[in-house]
């Protein structure tokens, strides 16, 4: 049990994990590069440390000062947020061995999950849906190779097993291409995550995004929280989310949900997860889970009222839930756009000194984030400053709460991607709803040849 927290991250993530914190009586120590040194939510820290230069390697991502941080301010626990070392083995097993709670699944889980190849074989022994293909890394025999790439039929994809953040992976349309993709991935693999592994699936060409939220407690108690659709994406990163997904039976969505929950009690996970899927024609196809918060945690605590934050620090803490599967409902629908201190089609960051920040408000409208008037945005890191949620009764109403609320959302100082959220809420796919993971890049393109 402890009863201070380190937050090892920055931005809305560590202003939104230390106002969770609060809620459970916790004592809260913020970490901070140079570059954050004036960040607002250092001022509402209990107490705040330093970890060195602005370059993310010399303080988010350097474990050593962190866990130095936490043992002479007293934390017993780290919370680490997404990216940076939230899903790095290494970290995770390094806090424990300080004698530190890790606010998040153990080492192992990490791990098993990080290695793309031994997850599929884990998700496939608790019966969750995979993309078709083996289970195993591909041999180094060719003919082996060919065999296996002709029985799951063209277009296929390889991925490197230690892959992340989209890179690694080739689409592999005919059999005169294999060879040389083979050759070119397995050295990629090697050379950015030094495991020369690679393994092959099926290649699906026009799915959706779509996941299920995971919470569990140590006491065998895997829940899940729902789906959300985050197929508005542009170079793979997550644009707008929506919870629950448009259209999909919630039958099979429940289905789905529960296999991830038994996964989740055989592989022994902790914490908040999330399982992430290609859907396509009816069908789930599982392609990786994150071990960690997301960003767009928020439009699942929106419908199910549940606080996702708090939950992972109760399950860390070794406490049990009170809640059990049949009492987590969802109601109406939540809608996310992210922020960016970016030109909105350009997409060049815009860093800089805010000159007036007006939050929009009203019904069902929840702002994330850690910026005021007079914030400087650093250059150093990812340029999203808010994210916008808002929840309706239905899509509909979340849609009109959402143009209203990006309406009422002033940043003066910097350039941000407000006008394209707002175009987007009057784009007549969007507005649809259940568009494949193309469609943005395609509206984008399309707008800009005009
Ligand atoms: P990473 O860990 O690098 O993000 P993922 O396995 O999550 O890699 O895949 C990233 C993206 O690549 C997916 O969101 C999807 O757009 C595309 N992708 C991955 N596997 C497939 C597949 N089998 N068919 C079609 N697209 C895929």
Redesign the pocket.
């Known amino acids: 049990m402890f009863d201070t927290l380190l937050i090892a991250n920055r931005g809305e993530i560590a202003l939104r994990i230390q106002k969770a914190a609060k809620g459970l009586g916790l004592r809260t120590v913020c970490v901070y590069s140079e570059a954050d040194a004036a960040a607002p939510y250092l001022e509402t820290a209990d107490q705040a440390v330093c970890i060195g230069p602005s370059a993310s390697k010399d303080s988010y991502l350097n474990a050593d000062a962190i866990i130095l941080a936490a043992l002479q301010t007293g934390a017993g626990a780290i919370h680490p947020g997404y990216g940076f070392l939230s899903e790095n083995t290494a970290f995770a097993q390094a806090v424990v061995d300080a004698g530190l709670v890790f606010v998040g699944p153990d080492a192992a889980c990490i791990r098993a999950m990080g290695d793309?190849v031994a997850a599929k074989k884990a998700m496939i022994a608790a019966g969750v849906p995979c993309?078709p293909g083996p289970d195993s890394a591909l041999p180094y025999d060719f003919i082996e190779i060919r065999r296996i790439a002709t029985e799951i039929g063209y277009p296929v994809?390889l991925?490197a097993a230690g892959?992340?953040?989209?890179?690694g992976?080739r689409v592999v349309r005919t059999e005169e291409e294999l060879a040389k993709a083979v050759a070119v991935t397995r050295e990629e693999a090697e050379r950015f995550f030094s495991n020369p592994d690679i393994y092959i699936?099926?290649?699906?060409e026009n799915?959706r995004?779509v996941e299920i939220q995971m919470i569990c407690d140590s006491h065998g108690n895997a829940l899940w929280l729902g789906d959300r659709d985050c197929s508005m994406q542009r170079r793979?990163q997550k644009v707008i989310e929506e919870a629950p997904a448009p259209g999909i039976d919630r039958v099979l969505i429940a289905e789905v949900g529960e296999r991830c929950a038994r996964a989740c009690r055989q592989i022994g996970y902790v914490g908040a997860g999330t399982f992430?899927f290609?859907y396509e024609d009816g069908q789930f196809y599982f392609?990786?889970m994150n071990t960690r918060v997301q960003v767009e945690h928020p439009v699942t605590e929106m419908v199910t009222g549940l606080d996702i934050v708090a939950m992972q620090l109760r399950a860390a803490r070794g406490e049990a839930f009170d809640v059990v599967q049949s009492e987590i409902s969802t109601a109406g629908h939540a809608i996310e756009c992210r922020i960016n201190a970016e030109d909105p089609y350009s997409f060049a960051p815009s860093p800089g000194k805010l000159t007036e920040v007006v939050l929009p408000e009203g019904e069902g409208v929840r702002v994330d984030t850690h910026i005021r008037a007079g914030y400087v945005i650093p250059t150093h890191y990812d340029s999203m400053i808010a994210k916008l949620i808002v929840h309706g009764r239905d899509r509909g109403e979340a849609l009109a709460r959402m143009r209203a609320a990006l309406d009422g959302f002033h940043i003066g100082g910097v350039v941000t991607n407000i006008p394209l959220q707002a175009a987007l809420m009057d784009e007549p796919g969007f507005v649809e709803g259940g568009m494949n993971?193309h469609h943005l890049e395609h509206w984008l393109a399309e707008r800009s040849s005009q």
């Not at 892959?163 to 890179?167: F, H, T």
């Open positions: 793309k993309v994809i991925k892959g992340g953040g989209g890179r992976m699936e099926k290649f699906l799915p995004h793979h992430e290609l392609i990786e993971i």
